[in-house]
């Protein structure tokens, strides 16, 4: 190998974006629903950009309205985002709860349908269904707690794979790879 040459060692990389996982993982359990606030706040600005590049571009070739369109609903999308998280974080977790209602009704209705298991397998079924039906009026009933509750867990599992990443890195490490 010439001197000129810089030898790559993966895993620092690996350790690196493992500490940064960490790190976010943690802010985001830690913030709780503003991390979803500035998430989305912070998508709604990609968007606004996207949707001004786009309108730029469609406007520079085609010099109708009508290219511009995506670009423009791009634009709303991210007004939308930036300007009302609270209420997109809201919606979003409607749509939460209402899938686990969902998934827990139709998982009841269809829990005597082609069973093949034994009794204790027959019931459990039956206690995931009704703990679905369950967490799912508790959250639509209070969104802002389930806004939290999701983004501990989403937190914790960024959180995890750093320390994974981490743990990667050092199994690199020893291997001298």
Known sequence: MSEGMLKLNPWKGTLISGILMLVIGILIAWLQQDSLKIILIVSGVLCILMGVF???????????????????????????????????????????????????????????????????SHALDIVIAIIMLALGVLALLNLDDTADVVMIVIGALIAFTGVMRMYDAYILKKLDI
Do not use: Q
């Not at 999308?77 to 979003?92: H, K, T």
């Open 54 to 120: 786009h309108i730029y571009e469609a406007w520079k070739v085609t010099l109708t309205a009508a290219g511009a369109a995506p670009g423009i609903i791009d634009v709303v999308i991210g007004i939308v985002l930036a300007l009302v998280p609270g209420l997109v974080s809201d919606v979003l977790m409607a749509v939460l709860a209402a899938a686990l209602i969902v998934i827990g009704a139709t998982s009841l209705i269809n829990i005597g349908r082609n069973f093949t298991g034994n009794a204790l």
